[in-house]
């Protein structure tokens, strides 16, 4: 007879609402992340269009697959991912950035969201250690290395 206390991929159940919590609050930072994208491909104005245009779209392409990713992820801790614009804006730390074209100005946005991202991350990290859920943790590890060599490049470009 299986244990009460463990989901169907056997972690503990209340560890595992508290992972799919941590969880959701970085898919409401993805959503708002990947829109902010969105409107960084489409406005970009200036000499660095055609780099950063690509890039934007290379960046919010990337985005989609991870926010699938991650409500996969909440769904097979058995908990029911968030998918409203509504509940994004109430629980994403992430700003909305609306309507800036200047290249510097986006590009500072951006590594100003991988940060929050990235630190969300961390906070999902730890969380899955303590449910031992290798699953997530191999989920976000490398999006983690992948978010902190972009930040180094754009801040590269930065300077």
Do not use: C
């Amino acid at each position: 007879m299986p244990n009460q206390q463990l989901n169907t991929i056997g972690l503990d159940v209340e560890k595992s609402q508290k992972l799919a919590q941590e969880l959701n609050e970085l898919l409401s930072n993805f959503q708002l992340y990947y829109q902010n994208l969105r409107g960084f491909h489409w406005n970009i104005k200036g000499s660095n269009f055609f780099e950063l245009h690509t890039k934007f779209e290379e960046l919010y392409t990337d985005a989609q697959v991870k926010i699938d990713e991650l409500a996969e992820r909440i769904l097979t801790l058995g908990q029911t991912p968030l998918h409203t614009f509504e509940d994004y804006l109430k629980t994403a730390r992430i700003p909305v950035h609306k309507n800036i074209s200047a290249d510097r100005e986006i590009v500072q946005a951006l590594v100003d969201m991988l940060q929050i991202l990235l630190i969300k991350e961390r906070d999902v990290l730890e969380a899955a250690g303590d449910a031992a859920d290798e699953g997530t943790s191999d989920l976000l590890t490398p999006i983690i290395a992948e978010q902190e060599k972009t930040v180094w490049m754009l801040r590269a470009w930065l300077h």
